[in-house]
């Protein structure tokens, strides 16, 4: 059974400081995806991941993934408080296109 | 087609009450998911649809709950003899099968059970 695992689960920081989110998953994937929740909304797609290396960034965001170590990290640049957030990751098999996702980081930045 | 549509956005039932919620995918999307969220959890994976085919039911839908999309346009999610347990967040996300594999997500149906 696929299982993700997202750390840290909760995460404050400082305004302009760097941090990392890491995703990991227990079986072979062909996509992943990083998704982004404001508290009662829904989720907002930020990145896909389609093959291993593959880098993507959007603003302060920069999403990558090794394929091999089933890994994959949202990297934070110089946050600023409207990043708060809960960020998820997930991921699929082409298998049976599931989507699995993560418990979630709750991002808190405070100004 | 401005997105993933469902409806209603809230719901307040008393237990034992049936409920039916609608999603609407983006038209041209042939694949549709159904999700649980609870306060503070990730997306629980409950069901998905390729065109009218329910192709996956998860442990989590119980004989309590059916989905059905039966022209492989929008679909319903219903449960019967609602339980306090039932209260979440539903959410519905529909992707294109061939080449676009990013699952967009409608704004979700808050039940509250009680």
């Known amino acids: 059974e696929l299982k993700v695992e997202q750390n840290p689960l909760f995460l404050s920081m400082q305004e302009g400081k760097n941090y990392t989110i890491y995703c990991n998953y227990s079986?072979?994937?062909?996509?992943l995806y990083w998704y982004r929740q404001d508290p009662g909304k829904s989720l907002e797609s930020l990145f896909v991941?389609?093959?291993?290396?593959a880098v993507k960034q959007e603003g302060r965001l920069m999403a990558s993934l090794d394929t091999k170590a089933r890994l994959s990290t949202l990297h934070i640049t110089a946050a600023v408080h409207d990043l708060s957030a809960t960020y998820f990751c997930a991921v699929d098999m082409r298998r049976d296109d599931k989507i699995i996702f993560g418990k979630g980081t709750r991002l808190h930045i405070l100004p | 087609d401005t997105g993933v549509s469902q409806d209603p956005r809230h719901k307040i039932t008393k237990r034992g009450q049936n409920v039916t919620f609608r999603c609407d995918p983006i038209?041209?999307?042939?694949?549709l998911y159904w999700y649980r969220q609870t306060l503070g959890q990730g997306p629980e994976f409950l069901t998905y649809f390729q065109n009218e085919a329910q192709l996956e039911k998860s442990r989590l839908l119980s004989d309590r709950f059916s989905a059905e999309r039966p022209k492989g346009s929008f679909s319903t999610l219903e449960i019967q003899r609602t339980e306090q347990g039932d209260s979440a967040m539903y959410l519905c996300?529909?992707?294109?099968?061939?080449?676009?594999?990013?699952?967009?997500f409608g704004q979700g149906t808050r039940l509250t059970v009680v």
């Open positions: 996300a529909s992707s294109e099968y061939q080449g676009g594999p990013e699952a967009f």
């Open positions: 038209s041209e999307h042939n694949r």
């Open positions: 079986t072979t994937s062909d996509r």
């Open positions: 991941l389609l093959s291993n290396g």
